[in-house]
């Protein structure tokens, strides 16, 4: 029998929720610099308080305590959204059931030493907290309370944090702009990937409220950038990791088109390639990695790429589009890119050094269904080769020749053969 409660939190416990984790009501005490200073730590709207307004809680009770066995994990429906019930150690925990990375249904993941980890992308999240305690995605999960009462297992639970299924850690505002000039700052990343975001994210939640600022060489703010292969077509806001909005709320200033040429670590001083130059406290570099280039013979022709950006990738969809295309490498982005396209592509061929794709990562049996898997959809490969040149006409890719003697037609190319620091 399952019993829908709802909850009227009385005045006294209410105050009582609204205090900050650690018990301490805001605005906190931070030492920068063994100065105190006074922050308010922020929550995102999506995951505000969750116990902040009563109309917004449902308590329900969900199994009998011997309905799950230690170690078990259990998906259960409070009416408005379900949650995840673990037993571990003989200990109920209730959290969000779903990854905010891309959604992953969490029960199906692996439950270990208070931990669960997601089954699509590994990001592994605590089960007493909800916190994310490991990557990919930003968010935690929401944590909702459990009560044992007469055999039964109860969760008490926000509505609005059913419905989200995630929870952005509690985080400071910047509160010293008004010391800074623009061209200094506390804290400098170079780099607004996943690893600069993070970085600066992770400053904020643990109260750091001084200047951050990010600068990367691309067009947008962070976005996801694994997904340029799988989803070629996607425009930057598609794919970001945050809003906009996100970036004004926490004080994270992103410069964008900004390439850092050179830094003086003496002084301090970051210098642009436009000449510009910022003084900073403290530095992170976090410039992620330069993708390899071909080096045979014509590779300055036009329509060779390697996807980085969103620009590379919406560029390849167009010019493949009923025309043919040629891969080189067959290992994630080759492969990744040969599937998005075959349904586009007039013909797609993708060559590789290798017997089979993947074949450093899982072997030849693995990567022979792969490749087999690959030809039922139209896909050419030409292994155990490499490209001797590329030939254009008009400037723009025409053929790919391989070392083995074939001409390959090729109206756009694009490399996947690795990368370099
Ligand atoms: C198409 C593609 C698909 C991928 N798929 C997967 C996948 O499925 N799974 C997976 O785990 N990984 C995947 N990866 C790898 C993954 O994207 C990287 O591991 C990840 O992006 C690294 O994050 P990062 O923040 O360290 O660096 P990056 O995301 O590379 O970001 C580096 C940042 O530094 C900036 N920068 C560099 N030099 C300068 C400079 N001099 N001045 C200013 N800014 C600078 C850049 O503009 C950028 O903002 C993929 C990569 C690509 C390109
Ligand atoms: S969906 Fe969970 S890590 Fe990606």
């Not at 939190?9 to 605005?27: L, V």
């Not at 308010?40 to 066995?69: F, Q, W």
């Not at 403290?282 to 950006?309: D, H, M, Q, Y």
Request: aromatic share 6%.
């Amino acid at each position: 029998v399952e019993v829908k409660i709802e909850v009227v939190i009385p005045e006294k416990e209410r105050s009582k929720e609204e205090m900050s984790p650690n018990g301490k009501a805001s605005p906190l005490i931070y030492k920068v610099n063994g100065t105190a200073r006074h922050y308010h730590l922020e929550e995102h709207p999506i995951a505000s308080n969750p116990y902040h307004n009563p109309k917004d809680v449902v308590e329900a009770s969900v199994c009998h305590v011997k309905d799950l066995e230690n170690g078990q994990m259990r998906e259960v429906d409070l009416g408005c959204g379900k949650a995840l019930l673990i037993k571990e150690s003989g200990e109920f925990h209730a959290v969000g059931h779903k990854c905010p990375h891309y959604g992953a249904p969490l029960v199906k993941g692996v439950l270990s030493k208070g931990r669960v980890r997601c089954p699509w992308h590994g990001a592994c999240f605590n089960i007493s907290t909800g916190d994310i305690e490991d990557f990919p995605g930003l968010d935690s999960l929401p944590r909702f309370q459990v009560k044992i009462e007469k055999e039964k297992v109860y969760i008490r639970a926000s509505k609005q944090a059913l419905q989200t299924q995630r929870r952005t850690k509690m985080m400071a505002k910047c509160i010293s702009l008004s010391n800074y000039n623009l061209s200094s700052t506390n804290v400098l990343i170079i780099g607004a990937g996943a690893a600069g975001l993070v970085c600066a994210e992770t400053l904020r939640q643990e109260g750091f409220s001084d200047r951050i600022v990010m600068c990367t060489m691309d067009r947008h703010l962070p976005y996801d950038r694994p997904k340029l292969s799988k989803s070629m077509d996607s425009h930057p806001e598609q794919i970001a990791l945050r809003p906009k909005e996100f970036f004004c709320t926490y004080d994270i200033e992103v410069l964008t088109e900004m390439q850092v040429a050179a830094v003086d670590i003496k002084n301090k001083i970051a210098v642009f390639k436009d000449g510009f130059k910022m003084e900073y406290n403290k530095l992170l570099i976090a410039t992620g990695n330069t993708p390899k280039a071909l080096s045979c013979k014509g590779k300055e022709v036009e329509n060779v790429f390697n996807i980085r950006t969103p620009e590379d990738a919406n560029r390849v969809v167009k010019l493949a589009t009923s025309k043919n295309v040629v891969i080189v490498g067959a290992s994630f982005l080759g492969m990744e890119v040969a599937a998005y396209l075959t349904e586009r592509a007039h013909s797609v061929s993708v060559v590789e050094l290798e017997e089979v794709p993947f074949k450093k990562f899982f072997g030849e049996r693995v990567g022979r269904a792969v490749m087999k898997m690959f030809e039922g959809n139209r896909v050419k490969f030409y292994m155990q080769t490499e490209v001797s040149e590329l030939r254009e006409q008009e400037g723009k890719l025409k053929e790919v020749v391989l070392k083995s003697g074939k001409v390959l037609r090729a109206d756009v190319c694009v490399v996947g053969v690795g990368k370099g620091p």
